[in-house]
């Protein structure tokens, strides 16, 4: 393609080389109808190098392309960079968000649903009462001027007036949204001329609604239809449900829409979230109360089977608690071992040896059919006035689990788990089976729609991204950093390997928290230290504290990102600790000064908890043995814990350089990265995990010498602005 051809799309005066090679790559790849894995260094421009071809073909062949993350500091960018595209193309662009924070009256989905239909039957009565009513003073001035039909035509319409009018009274005393019922009344194209004057934020659209008295998620919905771009929520493509609903707002056929994926190793976590499913005890209770007061022949059978479900499940957690540790659970929940590799699970197990009945299957059946029309009831209710908020049935949610957990709890997809927690009453627990095999939900998305681009820093090995979403012979493309090699060093530095039996140990933290005192030290401006939990960024952060000149921050669980990265980046000498498993380490910026170096210190696996092993046997199962692109003897263990940790690493290499005219050094604490570690740790070492160009820029030094090599670069960059540190 021709680069005049994109051009009108590209908002900058020109894209950099790798750039320039990614659009033609985008584009060629959708002209064939393929999918793309584009992998792009960070801070390299991988948005436009999407997005520009995206649009460009759309345009061409009248498709819709909708950019999406589970990052919300990525979607500021793409607003920014869609107002810079607008500026040179105009584009029809809208930013989409989920009702929950939209709603002016903060009501449910379902609530919602019969809000609107009930406001439309009012504003359709409205309408005809109006109509009727400007027909019968029609009918009037005829039938004072003598027209005797028009006196009996005039009757039969007071008639129908008199209807209408006793419907209005009916309907208005059930619930209406009055922000509904002004979209439905008022002319909103002042709102869509200003909604596509620019690319407005949903904040933005939601204050001009609630100015106006409109409801402003219901215009935008009503509005989208054939929008060059829509920059949503994963949520709105990976539910399969939502998905359905957010094509028809956009008016469009599935294979006329180009899904860009950002971050896009993150749509395996993201799409296991949306394949579990749950189920709470007090959900089973709920539904044994409600069966209690259903008049219904096929409540005892319902009844049956989920008592018996819901009295396993308290069993299972009793037994697995055991003496004294029911006093220690908290808030959060918290996983109970269920799991049995010779056969099913302990709760299965307990509750099929609980269950007394004719059949497990008719029961099940039984309260499938009930909560069905329990839910119809309750539906109609709502609809009728006669209760306030629409109920939702738990009979049909507890039915409907308990027929997917006998389905598919022996299936290697799913992982059957008992969790507890502590609640206002005590302690109480949950049943859940959890997706292993993301891409039940990916596939049919991408089987679906035109082609859909996913793109990220880290998504190499890319066999093993293809075979976790499902994805059939993508287009594949990789461009490293372009940005000037003298400018960025990156180390392996040969401290202890951090096993976790030898955090601990006195020597192994000595050395560290040496290697670290020097990092910050001959660091010219802040540090950026990512360790494999927040408890071990706690014990470096104490090691640290009064050994250094600098501010030491400490990132802790359940702080704001931003509100950190804002404390950190304010400092002019500071070194920030940090997990790597934190927030910090994808979608947050540090230009510049921000952060000059950036430490991993070890090699961040994450905790094998139960969840963590059944992926691994899954993924074992399904790529093993040659089965899978990159698959093999250890494909489980590659693909569930290896794999995703060297990308969460890279990843928070990532945080720094980030333009052309950036410079900085980037550490790997932990002989397990050196070429050494290579040679003589067999499966211990993961350099080779590294894409090769990568592995190529890494220089192997020994702890003691990490100040000489941060002072010889620093220096060589100009950057202490005055005598260096003495070392």
Known sequence: MAESTHARFFPYDSPYENQREAISGVYDALEDGRDVLFEGACGTGKTLAALVPALTYARETGKTVAITTNVHQQTRQFIEEA????????????????????????????????????????????????????????????????????????????DELGAVEAGLDDLRERSVCEYYHGNLTTDTDDFYDWLYDSVRTPDEIYSYAEREGLCGYELLKDGMKGVDLVVCNYHHLLDPVIRDAFFRWLGRDPEDVIPVFDEAHNVERSAREHATRTLTESTLDSALAELAEANDSRAEGAANVIEAFRNALVSTYDDELGLGARERVGDDWEDLSISNPEGRDALTIEFLSAYEGEGIDVDVEAALSLGTALDRKYDQAYRDGETDVRRDCQTLSAAAFIDIWLAEGTSGDHFPVCSVRRGPEGVYGRAELYACIPRTVTQDLFEAVHSTVLMSATLRPFSVTADVLG?????????????????????????????????????????????????????????????????????????????????????????????????FTASEDAALFTSLWGTLTEGVSFDGDDARTVAVTGVPYPYLDDRLRAVETAYGEAFGDGSGAGGGDDAGWRYAVEIPTIRKTRQALGRVLRSPEDFGARLLLDERYTERATREMGKYAVRETFPAEERAEIVDIAPAKAKFALLNFYGDMDAYGGSPPDP
């Open 83 to 158: 107002r810079a595209i607008r500026a040179e193309e105009p584009i029809r662009a809208a930013v989409f968000r989920g009702k929950a924070s939209m709603c002016h009256i903060d009501v449910g989905y379902e609530e919602c649903q019969v809000l609107r239909d009930a406001t439309t039957e009012v504003v359709d009565l409205e309408d005809e009462k109006r109509s009727l009513e400007r027909r019968q003073r029609d009918l009037l001035e005829r039938a004072q001027a003598g027209d005797e039909e028009a006196t009996e035509a005039r009757s039969a319409v007071m």
């Open 471 to 567: 994805l059939e012979d993508p287009a594949t493309m990789a461009f490293g950093l372009s940005f000037p090699e003298h400018r960025r060093r990156t180390y392996a530095i040969e401290t202890p390997a951090l096993f976790a039996s030898a955090r601990d140990d006195p020597r192994t933290q000595e050395t560290i928290a040496d290697t670290l005192r020097d990092v910050v030290r001959f660091t010219p401006g802040n540090s950026l230290l990512f360790f494999p939990s927040y408890s071990e960024a706690e014990r470096y952060h104490r090691l640290l504290a009064g050994t250094v000149d600098s501010t030491l921050h400490l990132d802790e669980p359940g702080v704001r990102a931003e509100s950190m990265r804002q404390e």
